[in-house]
C-alpha cells in the first residue's frame, strides 16, 4: 500500500524568507505523479505544483519548486520570497498510474507566514 | 464555471439520523471522488467513482454508500450518523485516470461541514 508522510505538523516562517516543506512516499509503484495542494482558511484546495515520476527534472511554478529525489522517495516543496498569502495547510499526493487510481494525501503541514 | 459543487456547507445531524450530501461538477470529468478531512489527519478516501455505473471503496468506506447514475452527480449516503463521521467532506474530479491524461489533478468542492451530537 502507498503511505505519504509529512513530518513536519506545523511551521512558521518571515515574510520574504524561503522555506521548505518535506515529503516522503513509499511506494513499489514505477510510475506515478505527485502533488501538493494548499488549503487556506477558506478550506479551498488549490492545486500549488505537479511532478511526474517519468521526468528527472524538478517541476517549478513561480516562486514554488520541489526537489523530487526518486530513489530516496522525497519530494519536498520549496517556496521563495514567501507572502502572507502563503499561510495555509499544504498537502502532498501521490497518485499511482493504474486502471484503480486513487490519490492518497498526507496528514499536511500548517504553514504560517509571519510579518 | 462552476466547478465542483457541494452541498450543504453545513450539517448538524442527530446520531441515527441519515442524509445525502450532494456533489455535481460541469467539466464532464469521469472520475470522481469523496473524501473526509479530520483535524489533524489530512484527507482520507471514503469512496470513488471511475465513471458512470461503477463505484468502488477507498480506505474508509464503513457507514457511508455512493451512487453513480450520471456523470455529473455523485451523492455520498450517511445512513445512520454516528459521532466518528464529524468531518469535513470533500468532494473531487478530475478529468481522467493518470494513464491518459497525465496527472490530471483533483478540482475540489469548497466542502460540507458535518456535525453529529
Known amino acids: 500500500a502507498q503511505t505519504v508522510t509529512q513530518s513536519q505538523p506545523e511551521m512558521s516562517v518571515q515574510e520574504a524568507e524561503t522555506v521548505t516543506l518535506s515529503c516522503t512516499y513509499d511506494t513499489s509503484e514505477n510510475n506515478y505523479y505527485l502533488f501538493w495542494y494548499k488549503q487556506p482558511p477558506s478550506r479551498q484546495m488549490i492545486l500549488v505544483i505537479r511532478?511526474?515520476?517519468?521526468?528527472?527534472q524538478n517541476a517549478t511554478e513561480n516562486r514554488f519548486s520541489v526537489n523530487f529525489q526518486k530513489a530516496a522517495k522525497s519530494f519536498s516543496l520549496k517556496i521563495s520570497d514567501s507572502q502572507l498569502g502563503d499561510t495555509a495547510m499544504y498537502f502532498c499526493a501521490f497518485m499511482r498510474v493504474n486502471r484503480d487510481d486513487k490519490i492518497i494525501f498526507g496528514k499536511g503541514t500548517r504553514l504560517h507566514i509571519l510579518p | 464555471n462552476a466547478g465542483v459543487t457541494q452541498t450543504p456547507k453545513f450539517r448538524i445531524l442527530k446520531i441515527g439520523q441519515s442524509m445525502t450530501l450532494q456533489c455535481t461538477q460541469d467539466?464532464?470529468?469521469?472520475?470522481m471522488y469523496w473524501y473526509r478531512q479530520d483535524p489533524g489527519m489530512g484527507l482520507k478516501l471514503i469512496y470513488y467513482?471511475?465513471?458512470?455505473?461503477?463505484?468502488d471503496k477507498g480506505e474508509v468506506p464503513n457507514g457511508y454508500n455512493v451512487s453513480r447514475t450520471t456523470t455529473e452527480d455523485f451523492p455520498l449516503r450517511l445512513e445512520l450518523a454516528a459521532p466518528s463521521q464529524t468531518s469535513v467532506y470533500f468532494c473531487a474530479s478530475s478529468r481522467s485516470s493518470g494513464r491518459t491524461v497525465k496527472g490530471s489533478p483533483l478540482h475540489f468542492g469548497n466542502g460540507t461541514r458535518l456535525t453529529v451530537t
Open positions: 511532478q511526474e515520476a517519468y521526468k528527472q
Open positions: 467539466m464532464n470529468h469521469n472520475y
Open positions: 467513482s471511475v465513471g458512470a455505473g461503477i463505484t
